[in-house]
C-alpha cells in the first residue's frame, strides 16, 4: 500500500489562458475554487496571473470589477497554485519594472496581447519533465489559438475543455449544484462580453483522466 501510495501521480490542471479565471471571476471566489474540486494540482502560467490581474489599458474592455476578487483568490490559495515561470512571462515583467521605472508613459507601455498563449508552449515543455507515464493533464482553455496549439503537443498525455464544459463536468462528477445555473449567471453579469471561442466550447479528449 505505501509503495503504492509513492507511486501515485497527482494530474495536473493547466490553464493556459485567462479567460476562464476571467469568466469564473463574474461569479465569486467560491466559483474559482471548484478548480480544486477535481482533486488535481491547479497549474496557471505566470503570464496567464499577469493578464488576470492587469488593469486594462484606456478604451480596453473595463472588464476590471471583478479582478480584485481574483486578485484575493490567487493570495489566499498561493500555496496551492502552482505559477509556473516561462520566458515570456519574466520578459513581460521586465518590461513592466522598466516602464515603472521609467514614470509609466502611456504610449510606452508593455503589449501583454497574446503572451499567455505563447507562454503555455514553454510550459508545457516544462511540464512534459515531471509528467509520468499515464499521467493525465487537464487544461481548460477557451482561446481557439491556444486550443489549436495544445492539440499539436505530442509525448504528453492532455485533455482540454472550455469553461463551460469544466462546468457541467464539476455538476455531474463531483457534485458542484451551483456549477448548474453557472453558465448563465455569467452570461447575464457579463452582459454579452463573453467571448465567442467561449461559447462555442469543443471538448478534446486524448486519454482518460
Do not use: C
Not at 487544461?139 to 469553461?163: C, F, N, P, S
Amino acid at each position: 500500500m505505501g509503495a503504492e501510495h509513492r507511486d501515485e501521480r497527482i494530474p495536473r490542471l493547466l490553464i493556459p489562458d485567462n479567460t476562464p479565471l476571467s469568466l469564473l471571476g463574474w461569479i465569486g471566489g467560491d466559483a474559482l475554487d471548484w478548480l480544486f474540486v477535481v482533486g488535481a494540482e491547479v497549474w496557471v502560467t505566470d503570464m496567464v496571473k499577469e493578464e488576470a490581474l492587469r488593469d486594462p489599458d484606456p478604451g480596453d474592455d473595463p472588464r476590471s470589477g471583478h479582478r480584485a476578487g481574483i486578485a484575493a483568490w490567487f493570495e489566499r490559495n498561493a500555496y496551492r497554485i502552482h505559477v509556473q515561470p516561462t520566458g515570456v512571462g519574466t520578459a513581460y515583467r521586465n518590461a513592466m519594472d522598466l516602464w515603472e521605472l521609467s514614470g509609466r508613459p502611456p504610449d510606452k507601455k508593455p503589449v501583454w496581447k497574446d503572451l499567455g498563449e505563447q507562454s503555455i508552449l514553454q510550459v508545457l515543455d516544462g511540464v512534459e519533465a515531471v509528467v509520468g507515464d499515464g499521467q493525465a493533464v487537464v487544461t481548460i482553455v477557451d482561446d481557439r489559438k491556444a486550443r489549436a496549439a495544445i492539440q499539436l503537443v505530442e509525448h504528453i498525455d492532455i485533455d482540454l475543455m472550455g469553461t463551460r464544459s469544466f462546468l457541467l463536468w464539476v455538476e455531474r462528477q463531483f457534485g458542484v449544484k451551483q456549477a448548474a445555473t453557472a453558465w448563465m449567471t455569467i452570461t447575464m453579469a457579463a452582459a454579452g462580453n463573453v467571448p465567442k471561442d467561449a461559447v462555442e466550447d469543443p471538448i478534446y479528449v486524448r486519454s482518460p483522466f
